[in-house]
């Protein structure tokens, strides 16, 4: 699928890897509206992303805020070509600490917003996706991309809730891809390694360094246009469904 003149709604997008991704697809054409919690910071960056970004903000599990930024989605740019799910939250927990088990509820929290906020967004996009006119000769009528994490693969020590909410996005990558298949709507998942976010960004050379020892090569963190220069290969190239594509110089975590 041509990004050009698609519209694509972008979760996390006020920020890293998502905003990334908007800039790219403005740049090829595309239209985009930015999901993310951050109201102060969407209105900041679609502002300045100009007349082909809009923004809406709210929780990616929130039924009701999904379905109200995909109305807004719709009555400014039409319809919705590709969903971009990168909004997530990290955290390091271990199962039994000095204070006892792990609070279910952090548990719960980041399961909440990573895997179930990733579906909640999906299904509500596909939804008006196969409603598309067809725009390949194969009748491609969407595109989803959804972001998991090395750590699917390599989950660190601490890691069990995140490693949990990013290996369901993998596991479920395949059977979505399956169940859209008659509705002309393709599905990917991409795995980042460590890549220079704001966060990382601000981090000392005690934090980075012992993270770019592990890559293999090339020996640095990953620049967020390389995520969004690959989501863009997704959607362009019409083959690719129902696979998990790890972006990460053949990093791999220890357990630490």
Same mark, same amino acid.
């Given at each position: 699928m041509d990004l050009k003149g698609k519209t694509a709604f972008i979760t996390g997008g006020a920020s890293g890897l998502g905003l990334a991704t908007?800039?790219? %697809?403005? !740049?090829?054409?595309?239209?985009?509206?930015?999901?993310?919690?951050?109201?102060?910071?969407?209105?900041? *960056?679609?502002?300045?992303? &100009?007349d082909n970004a809009a923004w809406y903000a709210g929780d990616v599990a929130d039924e009701v805020g999904v379905a109200a930024a995909i109305a807004k989605a719709k009555e400014v740019f039409g319809t919705i070509h590709i969903n971009v799910n990168s909004a997530g939250i990290g955290g390091a927990t271990r199962t039994v600490g000095k204070n006892g088990p792990m609070p279910l509820e952090k548990f719960e929290h980041i399961i909440r917003v990573n895997l179930i906020g990733t579906f909640n967004v999906l299904r509500l996009c596909a939804e008006v996706m196969q409603q598309n006119d067809v725009q390949t000769q194969d009748n491609e009528r969407g595109v989803i991309i959804n972001v998991?994490?090395?750590?699917? %693969?390599? &989950?660190? /020590?601490? *890691? !069990?809730?995140? !490693?949990?909410?990013?290996?369901?996005?993998? !596991? #479920? /990558?395949?059977?979505?891809?399956?169940?859209?298949?008659?509705?002309?709507?393709?599905? #990917?998942?991409?795995?980042?390694?460590i890549f220079e976010t704001p966060l990382l960004a601000k981090a000392p050379d005690e934090v980075r360094d012992p993270l770019i020892a592990i890559t293999q090569f090339p020996k640095r963190l990953g620049n967020p246009i390389e995520f969004a220069e690959e989501v863009a290969h997704i959607v362009n190239c019409g083959y690719l469904n129902g696979e998990t594509i790890r972006l990460d110089a053949a990093i791999r975590m220890p357990a630490l």
């Open positions: 908007a800039e790219n %697809f403005i !740049a090829a054409g595309a239209n985009v509206l930015l999901y993310d919690l951050n109201a102060e910071q969407l209105e900041r *960056q679609a502002t300045r992303l &100009g998991a994490s090395i750590a699917a %693969f390599d &989950g660190q /020590t601490g *890691q !069990a809730a995140y !490693a949990a909410s990013k290996g369901g996005i993998v !596991a #479920m /990558t395949l059977p979505i891809a399956r169940d859209l298949a008659k509705r002309g709507v393709r599905v #990917m998942t991409v795995a980042p390694g």
